[in-house]
């Protein structure tokens, strides 16, 4: 039904010849178009929904489905941000995490602040499948190393790294 009514207006707007139709037509076909697929509407809706619940959010963000989230309240994120999918944020258990403008996250990466602290400068570029962690397990031979305290700390990554 959507084609039809598209392929209707497209051949109005051949008839009607004039320049300023044609260019406005183009561009209600443009919107009607993203409108119509349903990757397009869901992509904005799950970004919104992200970005509602984070502690401050830019303009200009955008997620790809999948991405998993604890401690949003403790998580900034900057102006023009893209989540390209299969992300992690965490900045539970007190931790936080700064995320600087212009910053396109590839797919796969996991930044870790739960009980640390992590921010990220504008302009930086992180490669796929990287782990950025703001804490580490204790190492000690007296037993499993999962039952060890976590020590926590502080990772800066400073503007176009």
């Not at 004039?18 to 178009?33: G, Q, R």
């Not at 949003?72 to 390209?84: D, F, M, P, Q, R």
Request: charged letters at 15%; a neutral charge.
């Amino acid at each position: 039904m959507v084609w039809m009514l598209i392929n209707f207006l497209k051949f109005r707007c051949m008839v009607a010849g004039a320049d300023w139709e044609v260019s406005n037509m183009n561009m209600f076909l443009k919107i009607l178009t993203r409108l119509a697929n349903p990757f397009y509407c869901f992509n904005h809706i799950y970004s919104l929904f992200f970005a509602l619940r984070f502690n401050h959010c830019g303009s200009g963000f955008r997620a790809i489905y999948p991405l998993v989230v604890k401690g949003e309240k403790s998580i900034k994120i900057g102006e023009n941000c893209s989540l390209s999918g299969a992300n992690y944020l965490f900045a539970n258990d007190g931790g936080y995490l700064s995320i600087g403008d212009n910053y396109p996250i590839n797919t796969n990466v996991q930044l870790g602040a739960s009980g640390g602290r992590i921010v990220i400068g504008d302009n930086v570029l992180i490669a796929p499948k990287d782990v950025v962690r703001a804490a580490y397990h204790g190492i000690a031979r007296d037993g499993p190393i999962r039952f060890q305290p976590h020590t926590s700390g502080e990772i800066i990554i400073e503007d176009d790294c």
